[in-house]
């Protein structure tokens, strides 16, 4: 496992130098002066630094195998002359009895009215910075009511 990162560390640090070269002979390029010798020197540096390893043989595997019809797999067919293969129909079942007739609710006996909802009201809600905490109330002329138990710091309040 170590050898092998080391390999992998290798050619990575191997490709960042060819690219590195690369990039200076592109660099170089802008320049006039000596350009042959200097593109020649880099090139012949970055054949030397790369070994070409030969691949080994290794052992031959295993022969395939052919799956069989009918025993590995099913195509849905009996295989010999392409025949689908069918079921009988199955029997019909036992009627059921038939349903009772629905009853519509009768109003003070099946079921009675709600009393009417209070009309909806909107919070003040502020923060309060001396007790740390965020109040509520519907009027001005009610009480402020802790929302909660939390303690907050009431920012830019």
Known sequence: MKSKLI????????????LSNIITIIFLLDYKSNMPAQIKMLV???????KV???????????????????DYFNGLNGENGQSIKGEKGDTGVKGDAGKDAITPVKGIDYNDGQDGVDGRTPIIRCNTTKNRWEYRYSED????????????????
């Not at 030969?54 to 022969?63: A, R, T």
């Not at 802790?146 to 920012?155: A, E, F, H, R, Y």
């Open 7 to 18: 390999q992998i560390v290798t050619w990575i640090l191997l490709i960042l130098m060819i």
């Open 44 to 50: 012949d540096t970055s054949v030397k630094l790369i």
């Open 53 to 71: 390893v030969q691949p080994k043989n290794g052992l031959d595997g295993k022969d395939g195998y052919t799956p069989i019809l009918n025993k």
């Open 142 to 157: 009610d009480n402020w009511t802790p929302l909660n138990n939390q303690i907050v710091k009431c920012l830019g309040v």
